[in-house]
Structure formats: structure tokens, C-alpha cells
T-cell receptor
Framework: DAGVTQSPTHLIKTRGQHVTLRCSPISGHKSVSWYQQVLGQGPQFIFQYYEKEERGRGNFPDRFSARQFPNYSSELNVNALLLGDSALYLC????????????FGSGTQLSVL | EDKVVQSPLSLVVHEGDTVTLNCSYEVTNFRSLLWYKQEKKAPTFLFMLTSSGIEKKSGRLSSILDKKELFSILNITATQTGDSAIYLCAVERSGGTSYGKLTFGQGTILTVHP
């Protein structure tokens, strides 16, 4: 079975641009979460979606938005990119919430120049 | 604000050594504490400890949770070079607007030399 897949794996953008990151959960998993991991730190929670509804939101500005599609895949959008948005963006899926355990993808490495 | 503090931040040992990684936490409405191993990019699940399961063991790895003192320990015995990784501790709260959110610590970087 395929694990959590994310695309693209690497991305380079310039300040002020917009970016869309994509995530496909493990088959049968209905919850998708997004995390931001800055180098040298642990992942920080951005959003959780379950059955296409937002169920949790972290302390991120409104430039960050996400959605979940009927097939349970998800997109994370970031507008007006800042240098500080450079990070590894991790997607995780779980069968249900509360989480039994999260399965993480390999992430998208975003560099903002 | 939920808080997770891991120590040490980094650790260098030789194969065969036993290591103990520490995780202390403060969280409202605690539900569970999780340990993950991050080798390259994707954190991989190790253990989940809740009020009903405060000690877990899998091979050379084991973990305990002390809910009274608000900490957890991850032990690795007979370390191997393949154990070299970042070990992340996270806590999950129950309910509220941050339902399902994991709060991670900074991680412990473990390096095992042959």
C-alpha cells in the first residue's frame, strides 16, 4: 500500500509569490493534517481536516489556507510568501480523529528567496 | 499554550551503548504522548502512550509515561548506527478548537558511531 504522498518534493519561490502543496493520504484515511518544520525545530501544527471539514487550526496567519477534497486528498496554499516561510511542509494522515497515530509523508521542502 | 521540552538536544554514543531520551510536557486536557523517529524527512511512528498505556516496548526500544510528573522517557538499548536520527516527542490534547493537534518538542539528535 502506498503511504502518504506529497508533491512537489522541492520548490523554490520568491517573496510575494503564491504556492500550492499537495497531499494524498493513505487509502482509507479520512483525516489530513499539515505541519511546518523549520530547520532545527520540531514540526508545528498548521491545519487538520476530517471529512472535508477544518477541525483544527494552528497559530499561522491568514496567508495560510487549506482544503480537503472528496477523495480525502488535500492542498495547502500559502500566499504572499515571506523568507520565513522557508521550511519542510509535512502532511500526515490518520484513519479518524482523535488520532490513533499519524502517518507522515516525506514533505515538501520550500525555499523562499 | 501547550509546551514540550526534550533533552538532551543532541547525543553522541557508540554502538552498543544504552541511551535515554527525555520529554517533559505541559498540555491542557492531555490525551496522549507520542514518539517519532525522523531519519530524513518523514517522521515514523514509534509509540503512543495514554493514560491506559503508560509503558510500551518494541524490540530494543521502550518508553514510559509518568502522568503525575508530566514526563516521558524513551530508552534505546544496544544502539546501532541505524538508530542515528532525530527523535521527536509530541503531545495531543483532547477536544477544543485544536482537536487532533500534536505539539512537538524540538527533538533530540542521536548520533551512533560504529
Amino acid at each position: 500500500d502506498a503511504g502518504v504522498t506529497q508533491s512537489p518534493t522541492h520548490l523554490i519561490k520568491t517573496r510575494g509569490q503564491h504556492v500550492t502543496l499537495r497531499c494524498s493520504p493513505i487509502s482509507g484515511h479520512k483525516s489530513v493534517s499539515w505541519y511546518q518544520q523549520v530547520l532545527g525545530q520540531g514540526p508545528q501544527f498548521i491545519f487538520q481536516y476530517y471529512e472535508k471539514e477544518e477541525r483544527g487550526r494552528g497559530n499561522f496567519p491568514d496567508r495560510f489556507s487549506a482544503r480537503q477534497f472528496p477523495n480525502y486528498s488535500s492542498e495547502l496554499n500559502v500566499n504572499a510568501l515571506l523568507l520565513g516561510d522557508s521550511a519542510l511542509y509535512l502532511c500526515a494522515s490518520s484513519f479518524r480523529i482523535p488520532n490513533e497515530k499519524l502517518f507522515f509523508g516525506s514533505g515538501t521542502q520550500l525555499s523562499v528567496l | 499554550e501547550d509546551k514540550v521540552v526534550q533533552s538532551p538536544l543532541s547525543l553522541v554514543v557508540h554502538e552498543g551503548d544504552t541511551v535515554t531520551l527525555n520529554c517533559s510536557y505541559e498540555v491542557t486536557n492531555f490525551r496522549s504522548l507520542l514518539w517519532y523517529k525522523q531519519e530524513k524527512k518523514a517522521p515514523t511512528f514509534l509509540f503512543m502512550l495514554t493514560s491506559s498505556g503508560i509503558e510500551k516496548k518494541s524490540g530494543r526500544l521502550s518508553s514510559i509515561l509518568d502522568k503525575k510528573e508530566l514526563f516521558s522517557i524513551l530508552n534505546i538499548t544496544a544502539t546501532q548506527t541505524g538508530d542515528s536520527a532525530i527523535y521527536l516527542c509530541a503531545v495531543e490534547r483532547s477536544g477544543g478548537t485544536s482537536y487532533g493537534k500534536l505539539t512537538f518538542g524540538q527533538g533530540t539528535i542521536l548520533t551512533v558511531h560504529p
